[in-house]
């Protein structure tokens, strides 16, 4: 099983601030890699895929990097809406696994 | 616009049963894989388990691998997940989520499975 870990577990950022989130895979998931953004109290939202392609209606702000075994999410100006748990998800082997999460909280 | 409804959770006791149930509509669901993922209380995202857009394989966390089995109806638009043996460490919010092929999307608002005595 591949393991996916994020950092930091927790980020503290002031609004209008860059947030540079970090994902690293166990073993290589080429660019299968996905990015979830999730709100207190509501459903995971697709952000980005394929390591660096924005989903439908994911604001520009949003941009992912990386392939292989490491990743990254960058919010270029935070907004106060993008304060939330995000999670990368490798799909490039089975069984498909999660990060265990980035809490992005308002300095 | 593509909506999946989850239904079917609530309280059971160790050892017990569930049918969870998911109503997709607004997109060609025969042609979609499927998956399962929970979320524990406070917790992250764990995938559980999926299904070809036929229903022909299927596959499983091993957490749960003999206790729950995944199936489909196309012809009436739902993803089914039956979970027995229930344990306590199952409890958690049910997403059932479209496999874009691209990363799950969209997700259903969840279901909660509470598993105590």
């Known amino acids: 099983e591949i393991v996916m870990t994020q950092s930091p577990a927790t980020l503290s950022v002031s609004p209008g601030e860059r947030a540079t989130l970090s994902c690293r895979a166990s073993?290589?998931?080429?660019?299968?890699l996905a990015w979830y953004q999730q709100k207190p109290g509501q459903t995971p939202r697709l952000l980005i895929y394929?390591?660096?392609t924005r989903a439908t209606g994911i604001p520009a702000r949003f941009s992912g990097s990386g392939s292989g075994t490491e990743f990254t999410l960058t919010i270029s100006s935070l907004q106060s809406e993008d304060f939330a748990v995000y999670y990368c998800?490798?799909?490039?082997?089975?069984?498909?696994?999660f990060g265990q999460g980035t809490k992005l909280e308002i300095k | 616009e593509v909506q999946l409804v989850e239904s079917g959770g609530g309280l059971v006791q160790p050892g017990g049963s569930l049918r969870l149930s998911c109503a997709a509509s607004g997109l060609t669901f025969s042609s979609y894989w499927m998956h399962w993922v929970r979320q524990a209380p406070g917790k992250g995202l764990v995938w559980v388990s999926h299904i070809k857009s036929d229903g022909s394989s299927t596959n499983y966390a091993d957490s749960v691998k003999g206790r729950f089995t995944i199936s489909r109806d196309n012809a009436k638009n739902t993803l089914y997940l039956q979970m027995n043996s229930l344990r306590v460490e199952d409890t958690a919010v049910y997403y059932c989520?479209?496999?874009?092929?691209?990363?799950?999307?969209?997700w259903g608002q969840g279901t909660l499975v509470t598993v105590s005595s």
């Open positions: 073993q290589s998931v080429s660019s299968n």
């Open positions: 989520a479209r496999d874009s092929y691209r990363g799950f999307d969209p």
């Open positions: 998800q490798q799909y490039n082997n089975w069984p498909y696994t």
């Open positions: 394929g390591a660096s």
